[in-house]
Nanobody, 117 residues
Framework: QVQLVESGGGLVQPGGSLRLSCAAS????????AGWYRQTPGKQREWVAI???????NHADAVKGRFTVSRDNANNTVYLQMNSLKPEDTAVYYC???????????WGQGTQVTVSS
């Protein structure tokens, strides 16, 4: 079983920063693509960022330049550093991991990020 556990969400004022963590079971992060989606109630889940197994990264246009995805293979953890947060960034953030050999993606339980003054 692949388990992903997010942490680091919370309430932050506009312009502030948060770092989300996604701790994975086993030693899967180094060999998997991983990243983040977010979802606001009533809206479709939105892709945010990816870091591939070869460490290439990409970010959604809405967060590009503000968010940075990274990973620490030694700690089997994926991160999302979120800077210059905006109210529209408010969402539940979900990490995911994917390998073609799995035939599916695995998802964390989500962590709430609220950006509000």
């Amino acid at each position: 079983q692949v388990q992903l556990v997010e942490s680091g969400g919370g309430l932050v004022q506009p312009g502030g920063s948060l770092r989300l963590s996604c701790a994975a079971s086993g030693s899967i992060i180094s060999s998997a693509d991983a990243g983040w989606y977010r979802q606001t109630p009533g809206k479709q889940r939105e892709w945010v960022a990816i870091i591939t197994s070869s460490s290439a990264t990409n970010h959604a246009d809405a967060v590009k330049g503000r968010f940075t995805v990274s990973r620490d293979n030694a700690n089997n953890t994926v991160y999302l550093q979120m800077n210059s947060l905006k109210p529209e960034d408010t969402a539940v953030y979900y990490c995911y991991a994917y390998r073609a050999s799995w035939g599916r993606s695995y998802w964390g339980q989500g962590t709430q990020v609220t950006v509000s003054s």
